[in-house]
């Protein structure tokens, strides 16, 4: 299995995120490149599916909205996500639960 490459930084955890806009389901779906595949099933239009990543992270990490910051790839579907407050550690603890799930 592939794993999650994680960033830690002053202010939290930097995660990359591989997004799948306007999909059937919605949740995180495995892992790309190094990097969460994510699908939502918002469409990619006016930053209606980066608002649903940055609300199915928060949920699934267990953070206030306020505490995920899109840093890159607004427009993409390879994006970079700050996970502001957060400890490496307890984000692939928290990540090797959330695989498993699925």
């Known amino acids: 299995m592939q794993e ?10 930097v995660l990359g995120i ?3 806009p306007g999909s059937r389901r919605q949740g995180i779906i495995g892992v790309h490149d190094g990097a969460l595949k994510i699908a939502v099933t918002a469409k990619a239009e006016g930053g209606k ?3 649903a990543i940055v609300a199915l ?6 953070l206030p909205k306020s505490h995920v910051q899109l840093l ?13 407050d ?11 639960s959330l695989l498993a799930e699925r």
């Open 18 to 20: 591989r997004a799948q």
């Open 72 to 84: 890159s790839g607004a427009q993409s579907r390879h994006k970079r996500v700050l996970l502001i």
């Open 57 to 62: 992270i928060a949920k699934a990490f267990r």
């Open 4 to 13: 999650v490459q994680l960033r830690q930084v002053d202010n939290g955890v």
């Open 86 to 96: 957060a400890q490496d550690s307890q984000i692939q603890v928290q990540l090797t």
């Open 49 to 51: 599916a980066n608002e």
